[in-house]
């Protein structure tokens, strides 16, 4: 009698690929992060010696962090998708892979940037200074506010700085150079609908002029991402593999 075998969904292709990539990420996520740690303290300690510190520092992260996740989805949609057909992996396991990859690295972005605003509050509420965070419009916003304010907002940015990542690689990938730069406004929506305003939960969608509540606000940008992950799923479903040419 010969024992039925079953694959266990922990051993599943796509999850491997995930943690490889994930792996391959801790480094550079490591590094980023403890870099401009130490660079938002220098500029707080230069401030408060030499002229005056009104506003979050740490703030300004949000984008370094949006932009660098942004070019490294780029990076691994187009430079890893060969390596890993080549070693059996589907195109709908890659797609499952780097969607999940981004969506966990999107959620430590936003987890590590809100708790460092909730730190630099702290010391600031400590100094007596003013701890507050400019928007896109012109208003501001208090970082310091909560944990749960400031979170769910982040989340959605990187995730949405992530899956444009995605999105303009495999254009580029598959549509060539001339049709992937046409693709632009379409590949670069996510980040600018839902990255581009990341600190207040109700303001960070180019939706702000129609007054809508945070709770809608944040349905809407799930959608965005979701349709985003759709594209990109359609983009790499039966995407062509290029050879490498010496």
Known sequence: MTEATTTSPARAPWLRAARWLLRAQVTIVAWLWATMAVVGAVVIILLDRFAAVELSIFQFSRHGALWTGFALAIILAT?????HVANG?????FFRA????TVVVGVVYAVLAAVALQIEGAVY???GWSHIAGLDDGGSFDPGAGFVTTFPALALS???GQLSGLLVGMGYYRLGGWWGTLALPLTLAPIYLVGSRSLDTGQFLLLGPLNLSVLV???VSVAVLALAALAYYLLVRDVPIRKVSS
Do not use: H, I, S
């Not at 430079?79 to 390596?83: D, E, K, P, R």
């Not at 992996?89 to 396991?93: M, S």
């Not at 780097?98 to 990859?101: I, P, R």
């Open 217 to 219: 606000t944040a349905v």
């Open 125 to 127: 509420q400590a100094n």
């Open 98 to 101: 780097t969607v999940a990859m």
């Open 89 to 93: 992996l589907t195109r709908r396991a």
């Open 158 to 160: 990187f995730v949405a």
């Open 79 to 83: 430079g890893t998708l060969a390596v």
